[in-house]
């Protein structure tokens, strides 16, 4: 025995020696060298610095912490601007952290056009949102350690999906950048409006992140690998695989969730209760744009698909639509920006999903429809500058004037010039106005859809006739809740008693941000090219990696802005109907009454959450009764059902009567004093009848044990029932009457179906377990080794004591227990004794 | 004999199932108590009732019966029994403090589980 102990304790020294090299080994050898870089230390600055914000907030309470927050994104903007001449050149920077090797997890971060694209915006706007905030949030009244850990902490987790390669670690910070949301959106935790809010948008996209989690498994099940890189690569073997479309369906739906497409939209006007600074950031400009990235991200994998384009490109356009048709009907500036957000992340969305019909033209020089997916990049950039540049207008005049409320405001041109300058060219470039950089994205835009009616596969020759008539009425729309927007708030007549303040120009600080905006926003108007040659064409080339070479340029596409061609028309009806409509306002704006509010998907998304907790609850109601009888129902039930079904299908009931002990005449008349025994136990009235028939069926089994040979157990049985009934006996004296509660028939009749089946199961189980017996018993060992190993004679006494001592050890300890827990229970009385009030009722 | 003796189980089971789904909390202990009685005879049975010698070495007869069950009911009655004190004298102070011996009566009510 204890030469066995030690070998098998060398060979479990050597395994695990061997474990430990080989998990070393493999650690040190998949280093190789780099271990941490300098852009996965930009990721991570954001998080270091979220953990020392608490302590800069306590220990500087004069300084506003944002100062000390704004280096940062400042540094990292820096930081990502030095990497444009680099990825200009298409070259591309990867730089890898194993975080689980075994499980093929790494961290790589990989920079290409379209991650330098969004990082810039991140850091860009993430600094001029942080400066903002700094003007926007009070030192006093706010929690500002709270703020910035939270918008620190969205910062690096936005750095780290837009700089993943690995998408597992793309999944991971997907899902801190929901988090961080969350947190944001929920700021003013006070307030109910905010934290359903946070709980609307957590839902929504959480259940886009779990969906999205799971393409990605099906994306690693096809290929092998969780590298979008390796992923490329493998394009082939996925396309083909069966897993291909419910693993981008999946993707979508995380894509569609984040970047609140139809119907996923409505978590995000409802975010709109975070503070300004973060819907400017968070719902505008970065976070919403996740989804975009990702759809952008997967295009080389995806895109050939037509399911892809029709998917994305159909939701893309109508989700455009439909968000700008509903951004009429609010009141609320910032309700009328986020349906504005919805309509224009739907028309990148469209974009970016028209745009993969390049993919079928192989031929660069006559490839039109690149110019689908340049727009999309040129209205992201485009999108993140007059957006931003709203929310902090619309964040003034709150702080300013006291309301949001379209209704209260107007005629503040005068009082508030600067503020006016700023929404007049945000407000123009989102219409598409020239000559603002919305001008330009908005038209090519218009080329893009209306060249998918020029493609000739999937059949968009037909159907896509769709894509540019919705586009162009979505437009229209557009223009009109852009100039309302801007109309109703500065122009018309001040109404100074609706106003809580009184209104006057904000402070330089909080202008200085949006007025940065603005000017690029005219920048980008007039020197367009500035952003085609440094951002745009590398992003475009990671979007569509195979139409364009290592070196390559595809000049011209974006800066071909003039001549009139039928976009220009399509603009100037735009203007024309837009002016109509607005003027005509009070006139048609009733048909949004028509609308019943039953039909929305906000009434839809809150029936269905009370549902689901109304579901829950009545289901749960249903069958946790609380009775026990209803438990031990289902227990039985579920006994006599599984092994019925089981003996039924597995054929496996057998009768075998060559291997059986023959009948004796004493074993006939202990079974019937049984039978007697039960039936009178069941039937019997008095407990004392009961109890004394328990006691006759406890003392037949010890003479069942005398004939079968068994003399330890038949004396066992003896004693143990004698104490048992002296037991009922004593405890007989305290308990009540036996009164057996069950009255009707039915409640029998069921009771004696359920017992009658456990009963036949038993019985049938047991013969068939008879008749199938396999080996025989090791019972031989016992006989022949308990006098000569053991010293004893009587065998069963052996095995208690010595071959399975061990069950013995327990048995005693239990019956210690059961001693014990009487004795307790009988002694202590908490309840009485303990000066607290008895809980009868 | 098996075959008898698997009815007479069949007949414990069904009283002792029927006795615990009743509502008097007696009634449930006295099924509890049929209940170890069929588990015990179901055991020995399952072991083989050929007819043999007592084990005990001291018999010098050539076939034994099976020690192995017996051993293992023996622990069993022992558990059986431990457990059906303890959950008497449970039944006699539930019904002290409670004043029923109903289990419906003893359903907790809600909020207070």
């Known amino acids: 025995m204890e030469e066995w102990f030690s070998q098998k304790r060398r060979i479990f020294i050597i395994d695990f020696q061997f474990v430990e090299t080989a998990i070393f080994d493999s650690y040190f050898i998949h280093q190789g060298g780099i271990f941490l870089s300098l852009l996965h230390l930009a990721i991570f600055l954001p998080f270091i610095m979220a953990v020392f914000v608490p302590f800069l907030y306590k220990g500087f309470r004069k300084i506003h912490t944002g100062w000390f927050v704004l280096i940062v994104p400042a540094l990292l903007f820096g930081y990502f601007l030095h990497f444009i001449p680099t990825v200009r050149e298409n070259e591309i920077i990867k730089r890898t952290i194993h975080w689980i090797p075994s499980l093929k997890i790494d961290f790589t971060a990989y920079l290409d056009g379209l991650s330098l694209l969004f990082a810039l915006l991140i850091t860009g706007i993430g600094t001029l949102v942080v400066f903002y905030s700094i003007f926007y949030l009070s030192k006093k009244r706010e929690q500002l350690h709270n703020f910035y850990v939270y918008l620190l902490i969205f910062m690096g987790a936005m750095l780290g999906v837009v700089l993943s390669d690995n998408l597992i670690s793309l999944y991971t910070f997907w899902e801190f950048t929901s988090l961080s949301s969350f947190l944001l959106i929920g700021y003013w935790y006070q307030r109910d409006g905010s934290r359903y809010g946070a709980q609307k948008s957590m839902l929504i996209t959480v259940f886009g992140g779990l969906s999205m989690l799971g393409g990605i498994f099906l994306l690693y099940n096809m290929a092998g690998t969780f590298s979008i890189r390796e992923l490329i690569t493998h394009k082939e073997l996925i396309m083909a695989s069966p897993l291909f479309i419910p693993s981008m369906l999946l993707i979508l739906l995380g894509a569609f969730t984040k970047s609140a497409q139809f119907p996923f939209y409505i978590w995000l006007p409802d975010a709109m209760e975070a503070p300004t600074p973060v819907s400017a950031y968070l719902h505008s400009a970065t976070m919403v744009k996740a989804g975009i990235y990702l759809v952008a991200r997967m295009s080389p994998v995806y895109a050939e698909s037509p399911v892809w384009l029709w998917i994305i490109g159909s939701f893309g356009i109508f989700t455009m639509f439909w968000a700008s048709f509903n951004a009429i009907k609010q009141t609320d500036l910032k309700g009328i920006l986020a349906f504005s957000t919805v309509s224009q992340l739907g028309l990148i969305m469209s974009l970016l999903g028209v745009g993969a019909a390049a993919l079928h033209y192989k031929d660069m020089d006559e490839n039109i429809f690149i110019v689908a997916t340049a727009a999309a990049v040129f209205h992201l950039i485009n999108h993140a500058t007059f957006k931003g540049a709203l929310f902090m207008v619309a964040g003034i005049i709150d702080h300013e004037t006291g309301t949001r409320d379209i209704r209260k405001l107007g005629g503040l041109m005068g009082l508030m010039p600067i503020t006016f300058t700023i929404a007049l060219i945000g407000s123009f470039s989102m219409a598409g106005l020239p000559p603002f950089n919305g001008f330009l994205s908005k038209e090519m835009f218009f080329t893009g859809m209306v060249r998918v009616t020029e493609m000739d596969l999937f059949s968009l020759d037909t159907w896509g006739l769709l894509f540019p008539i919705i586009a162009w009425v979505g437009s229209i729309f557009t223009f009109l809740y852009s100039i309302m927007l801007f109309f109703r708030t500065f122009t018309g007549k001040l109404q100074m008693d609706k106003l809580e303040r009184k209104p006057h120009e904000a402070p330089a600080g909080m202008l200085a941000p ?323 009030t008895n809980e009868k009722k | 004999m098996e075959i008898l003796m698997a009815v007479i189980i069949g007949v414990l089971f069904t009283s002792a199932v029927y006795l615990m789904l009743s509502k008097s909390l007696l009634r449930i202990i006295i099924g509890t108590g049929l209940l170890s009685h069929g588990a015990h005879l179901l055991i020995l049975t399952m072991g083989g009732l050929k007819k043999g010698s007592v084990p005990i070495l001291g018999e010098h007869a050539k076939h034994y019966v099976d020690p192995i069950p017996q051993a293992l009911i023996l622990t069993a009655i022992v558990i059986s029994f431990g457990v059906t004190s303890f959950f008497l004298v449970l039944a006699y102070r539930a019904y002290q403090e409670l004043g029923t011996d109903n289990m419906d009566q003893m359903r907790g009510t809600e909020g207070n589980d």
């Open chain 1, 514 to 836: 949006p007025i940065i905006l603005a000017a690029l926003m005219i920048i980008f108007g007039f020197f367009p090219n500035i952003l085609t040659y440094n951002i745009i064409e590398p992003a475009v080339g990671a979007i569509l990696p195979e139409l364009l070479e290592p070196g390559e340029h595809f000049v011209g596409h974006i800066s071909f802005w003039h001549g009139p061609g039928i976009e220009l028309f399509m603009t100037i009806g735009v203007i024309a109907l837009g002016v109509v409509l607005y003027l005509t306002l009070s006139k048609w704006g009733k048909i949004y009454s028509w609308f019943p509010d039953k039909l929305t998907f906000n009434h839809l998304y809150d029936q269905i959450i009370k549902w689901l907790e109304s579901g829950a609850k009545s289901i749960t109601k249903g069958y946790m009764t609380g009775f026990i009888r209803s438990y031990l129902v289902y227990i039985f039930l579920f006994f006599i059902v599984i092994s019925g079904v089981t003996l039924i299908t597995k054929d496996a009931f057998k009768i075998d009567v060559s291997n059986i002990a023959p009948i004796g005449v004493y074993e006939v008349v202990l079974a019937l004093i049984i039978v007697i025994g039960s039936a009178t136990i069941l039937l019997a009235k008095s407990r004392l009848t009961s109890i004394i028939a328990l006691g006759a069926v406890g003392y037949t089994v010890s003479l069942f044990f005398v004939i079968f040979r068994a003399p330890d157990l038949a004396l066992t049985q003896l004693v143990i029932e004698t104490v048992s009934v002296a037991l009922f006996l004593l405890a007989f004296y305290h308990l009540p009457p036996l009164n057996k509660h069950e009255k009707g028939i039915g409640f029998k009749l069921g009771n004696a179906l359920i017992s009658i089946g456990v009963g036949v199961i038993v019985t049938l189980v047991a013969i068939s377990a008879h008749s199938n017996k396999l080996f025989d018993s090791i019972a031989k060992y016992y006989i022949e080794n308990t006098h000569d190993k053991a010293g004893g004679e009587n065998m069963v006494n052996v095995i208690l004591v010595d071959f399975r001592g061990f069950d013995t050890m327990f048995e005693i300890c239990v019956l210690g227990i059961a001693a014990l827990g009487i004795f307790g229970m009988i002694r202590l009385r908490l309840t009485n004794e303990g000066g607290k």
